[in-house]
Nanobody, 123 residues
Framework: QVQLVESGGGLVQAGGSLRVSCVASGRTFSSTGMGWFRQAPGKEREFVAAIWDGIMTRYADSVKGRFTITRDNAKNTVYLQMNSLKPEDTAVYYC?????????????????WGQGTQVTVSS
């Protein structure tokens, strides 16, 4: 059974930093895509960042230059380093993983999901 477990969310002031982590178990995701999505209250889930093969990455325009996604295949873990946080970054952040490689930011292409971790940025 595949499980994705996020951690590292919390409350931070605007301009601060947080790193969220996602540990996968049940299968190895060394080459397929792993990503982060977020959902704010009253809004649809939106793409944040994704990484494939540990090299290729994609970012939402709203987080480019502020967020960095990385993965440690030995630990089956993906990270999202978030710097210069803004109040509009406040959301539940979900980790997601693909069962096969598809270079897309569409959440429908991600087969496994974590429970989410809350990130709150105060102004």
């Amino acid at each position: 059974q595949v499980q994705l477990v996020e951690s590292g969310g919390g409350l931070v002031q605007a301009g601060g930093s947080l790193r969220v982590s996602c540990v996968a178990s049940g299968r190895t995701f060394s080459s397929t895509g792993m990503g982060w999505f977020r959902q704010a209250p009253g809004k649809e889930r939106e793409f944040v960042a994704a990484i494939w093969d540990g090299i290729m990455t994609r970012y939402a325009d709203s987080v480019k230059g502020r967020f960095t996604i990385t993965r440690d295949n030995a630990k089956n873990t993906v990270y999202l380093q978030m710097n210069s946080l803004k109040p509009e970054d406040t959301a539940v952040y979900y980790c997601a993983a693909q069962s096969r490689t598809v270079y897309t930011t569409n959440y429908n292409a991600y087969d496994y999901w974590g429970q989410g971790t809350q990130v709150t940025v105060s102004s």
